[in-house]
């Protein structure tokens, strides 16, 4: 009960906002507690994860010192940027947060790294309190304070951080606080950077230093999200869920990963917490989609050359890793942290993840799709990537009829999931239409039977004439909405009669065999579904409903009817986006956010949503 009484104080997930500066990310609450940072990138421990135990995490807050009930929070971003501004409105002034990892239009540009945290009244005057408790390697790691002239030093065994500022502080021994009152037009300035000096007084930001970081940081960001070429009905949004995808970014390899957080729940208080602070070949290709459709090349390419490096590190018949850690390595073992209440009392928390040793087949098709567009859209590749790609183009020739986890990484054993075989139908496909478009040599008398192969299997195995639809496996005849995919990948034709009809059975709710709740689409029926993972019912799967969008946009060309639903369905997600335009993984029964956040899947997919659509509806607006 004490467990519970601590995690409620926690905000919730869709009550953040994300800074970043391309190596690691920081969530801010409304209430301005910074309370998830890895540093130095997203892999690394936690500094704060108050997020995860508000008594041992750790956390940064920056807040009036007046009754909670008297002060009223808004929080945005400052118009194309990921700087994020936080309000506080109060009978007695207006407080604004500032927050963001100071950028330069060349990137870094040789700073030291930091949190840049500055707080100023506009209006009034406001007494305020900040609290620096950080709570090394996952509270794991003790730590020494110490007070300089000019801010405090936190050291431990294996990282020093300083907090640099002019606001006198004090400490416990293990967080410092202070005390200050600021009147109209004045500020404070926090700086949390890398390393431990003597003194800090000779680096203290005043208003004008922060205010020439913040203007250089803003102008990046903005110079950047000027290449989207998106310029549709939903400009905004689209620019908004690029933003975060850019975020997600580590700039120093151009590795993409799936999520900056670790072990937000996936069902209210279960067990279904997982680290996603990892490359997946999968999220990561699907992300290379999204940013060529929308104008991002340079991102594009980035990754395709991290790919090729994996790529081309592989030992002789060794199957693709379907994750890699941010330097390219392997990835942690998973470990469950018990010592951490977790969110909402949701334990175990887990860092590492156990499912990087899993067989998930259809990555070889999501990474041979996203190669393919990028030769058609980005640039051309080279020969050496060619024959590293056709050695794992014919591994998929031999191993395609395996059993695997697949996509939703289950721990109950390997089956013989469709939307496997037909990713592995995918990959073959794409390698062919490559290496006619390039002439490059192949294989193509076993490729191209290999491919017609997987297409009448899953013809004959994978589709349940009695419901009406693809099944998830060979082995049940539970639904699955990654078959949503089939016409996206042109697999079959969006307006197939089996295609079709799948859509209207996935679009009815799980009482009726369904998979919809409101137009939103879980991913499968947990209850059905035997994944190993038990207690709790997930929430919406948000990537899923993006993929309902796009199935029925595309079918629209013979059911008009359809066009309408896909609009009114995009519209309808929009709304459960955060108050800053993020989302998490799922949306959880009362519209909560559940899962880590944000989630580069769910924007990636909007962003492709949003093009098709708009595509769709052409000027009939």
């Not at 996603?276 to 940013?291: K, Q």
């Not at 490096?309 to 890699?324: D, S, V």
């Not at 290999?450 to 994978?462: C, L, N």
């Not at 078959?483 to 042109?490: G, Q, S």
């Amino acid at each position: 009960m004490d467990g519970q009484q601590k995690t409620s104080r926690a905000p919730a997930i869709e009550d953040h906002g994300v800074i970043g500066d391309l190596r690691t990310v920081a969530l801010v609450a409304t209430d301005g507690t910074m309370d998830w940072l890895c540093f130095p990138h997203f892999d690394s421990p936690s500094v704060f994860a108050a997020l995860l135990d508000p008594e041992k995490g750790g956390h940064f807050r920056i807040a009036p010192e007046v009754d909670g009930e008297r002060v009223v929070h808004k929080q945005f971003y400052w118009p194309d940027s990921n700087v994020l501004v936080t309000r506080f409105y109060s009978p007695d002034g207006v407080g604004e947060l500032v927050d963001f990892m100071p950028m330069g239009r060349g990137g870094h540009a040789g700073r030291v790294r930091e949190v840049v945290r500055r707080i100023r009244v506009v209006r009034g005057e406001l007494a305020f309190r900040v609290e620096c408790a950080p709570a090394f390697n996952y509270g794991r790691d003790t730590h020494q304070v110490r007070i300089l002239h000019g801010g405090a030093s936190f050291v431990s065994e294996t990282l020093k951080l300083t907090l640099v500022t002019s606001v006198p502080l004090e400490t416990d021994g293990r967080r410092v606080t202070g005390r200050f009152t600021l009147h109209e037009g004045q500020s404070a300035v926090f700086g949390l950077r890398e390393g431990a000096p003597d003194s800090c007084h000779d680096t203290v930001m005043g208003h004008e230093a922060s205010e020439a970081l913040f203007r250089s940081t803003v102008d990046y960001w903005r110079h950047w999200v000027a290449g989207c070429s998106y310029t549709g009905r939903w400009r905004e949004v689209v620019q908004r869920s690029a933003l975060a995808l850019k975020l997600m970014t580590f700039e120093p390899s151009g590795a993409i990963v799936a999520a900056p957080t670790c072990s937000l729940p996936e069902a209210p208080g279960g067990v279904r917490n997982w680290d996603y602070r990892y490359v997946w070949i999968r999220d990561a290709a699907f992300t290379v989609y999204a940013l060529l459709r929308i104008g991002f090349k340079k991102e594009a390419g980035a990754f395709m050359r991290w790919l090729e490096a994996r790529i081309a590190a592989l030992p002789e018949g060794a199957p693709l890793p379907l994750m890699y850690a941010l330097d390219g390595g392997e990835v942690p073992r998973e470990q469950e942290l018990w010592h951490l209440s977790g969110y909402g009392g949701a334990r175990p928390v887990r860092i590492g993840n156990g499912a990087a040793h899993q067989l998930q087949l259809d990555i070889y098709g999501e990474l041979m799709d996203s190669v393919y567009l990028y030769n058609k859209h980005g640039a051309p590749i080279s020969y050496d990537f060619w024959r590293h790609l056709r050695r794992l183009v014919d591994w998929v020739c031999e191993h395609w009829q395996e059993r695997d986890e697949s996509i939703w990484e289950v721990r109950a054993g390997k089956q013989n999931f469709v939307y496997s075989k037909m990713m592995c139908w995918v990959a073959v496909d794409r390698a062919i239409r490559l290496a006619d478009k390039r002439s490059f040599p192949a294989d193509r008398a076993r490729w191209l039977r290999t491919r017609d192969t997987i297409f009448e299997e899953i013809m004959q195995k994978g589709w349940c004439a009695k419901r009406g639809a693809f099944i998830q496996s060979y082995e049940t005849m539970a639904l699955d909405s990654a078959n949503l995919l089939m016409p996206l990948v042109f697999f079959l034709s969006p307006v197939d009669p089996r295609m079709l009809s799948m859509l209207d059975i996935l679009r009815k709710p799980p009482a009726q065999g369904g998979l919809a709740s409101d137009g939103l689409v879980f991913r499968y029926d947990a209850e059905a579904t035997e994944d190993g993972v038990s207690r709790g019912r997930e929430g919406t799967f948000n990537l899923c409903t993006f993929w309902m969008v796009e199935a029925m946009t595309r079918a629209s060309v013979t059911r008009p009817d359809l066009l309408d639903e896909a609009r009114l369905t995009f519209e309808r997600m929009l709304g459960y986006a955060n108050h800053v335009g993020l989302y998490a993984e799922q949306t959880g029964p009362s519209g909560e956010a559940l899962g880590n956040f944000p989630q580069a899947l769910t924007h990636l997919s909007l962003i492709s949503a949003a093009y098709n659509l708009d595509r769709a509806l052409g000027h009939r607006d």
